[in-house]
């Protein structure tokens, strides 16, 4: 069962975003560059740390993420929205930060929590936007990769910073963007 939560979760969690890929090439979600470039550069640097420490699981989930949150960064720069705003700015300052903190570490550990930690400033400018204008958004994609989330998480062999820190982090972001969303959607 172990593998199977290993390989389905991260798969689950990655086409969670398909939905969110075609909608924003139909012109019905509108994706922030800032959040979607910050999460692209952050999960290829936590899988790049995770693999360091042999933690399998949550590279593969880091790793494969990285793929979608690429396409839809093309995406949001050919779609998206251009309109940088202060926070755009202090939320890529802040992340790019926790990065070179990282960078001056080398340490993995500090690395993952350095990644969360520009990983939830990047996403700032999203959850701005989904609260200004929750119709730009799906919820939908952030709840799939919720589950796929929590699904690679119970994959984990033994709980640490490294090994689920990303996971825990990942179902905690992505469940409070997919309520959020959903509820702002519901209520305008």
Same mark, same amino acid.
């Given at each position: 069962?172990?593998?199977?939560?290993?390989?389905?979760?991260?798969?689950?969690?990655?086409?969670?975003?398909?939905?969110?890929?075609?909608?924003?090439?139909?012109?019905?979600?509108?994706?922030?560059?800032?959040?979607?470039?910050?999460?692209?550069?952050?999960? @290829?640097?936590?899988?790049?740390?995770?693999?360091?420490?042999?933690?399998?699981?949550?590279?593969?989930?880091?790793?494969?993420?990285?793929?979608?949150?690429?396409?839809?960064?093309?995406?949001?720069?050919?779609?998206?929205?251009?309109?940088?705003?202060?926070?755009?700015?202090? =939320?890529?300052?802040?992340?790019?930060? @926790?990065?070179?903190?990282?960078?001056?570490?080398? !340490?993995?550990?500090?690395?993952?929590?350095?990644?969360?930690?520009?990983?939830?400033? @990047?996403?700032?400018?999203?959850? %701005?936007?989904?609260?200004?204008?929750?119709?730009?958004?799906?919820?939908?994609?952030?709840?799939?990769?919720?589950?796929?989330? @929590?699904?690679?998480?119970?994959?984990?062999?033994?709980?640490?910073?490294?090994?689920?820190?990303?996971?825990? %982090?990942?179902?905690?972001?992505?469940?409070?963007? =997919?309520?959020?969303?959903?509820?702002?959607?519901?209520? !305008?």
């Amino acid at each position: 069962m172990t593998e199977f939560l290993r390989i389905v979760g991260p798969l689950l969690a990655a086409s969670g975003f398909i939905p969110y890929l075609t909608s924003t090439i139909k012109g019905g979600v509108r994706p922030r560059v800032a959040s979607w470039s910050t999460w692209t550069l952050v999960t @290829g640097i936590s899988t790049i740390a995770e693999l360091s420490q042999h933690s399998y699981t949550s590279a593969l989930l880091t790793g494969v993420a990285t793929i979608p949150e690429a396409l839809i960064l093309i995406m949001a720069l050919r779609h998206g929205r251009f309109d940088y705003n202060w926070i755009d700015g202090v =939320s890529q300052l802040m992340s790019l930060i @926790g990065i070179f903190f990282w960078l001056s570490t080398m !340490n993995p550990s500090w690395a993952i929590l350095a990644n969360i930690f520009a990983d939830l400033l @990047g996403g700032v400018p999203t959850f %701005y936007h989904a609260w200004i204008k929750p119709h730009e958004e799906a919820w939908l994609s952030f709840l799939i990769s919720a589950v796929g989330s @929590g699904m690679s998480l119970m994959a984990v062999p033994k709980i640490g910073l490294v090994s689920a820190g990303f996971p825990i %982090y990942l179902l905690l972001i992505d469940s409070v963007l =997919s309520i959020g969303i959903f509820l702002r959607q519901r209520n !305008n």
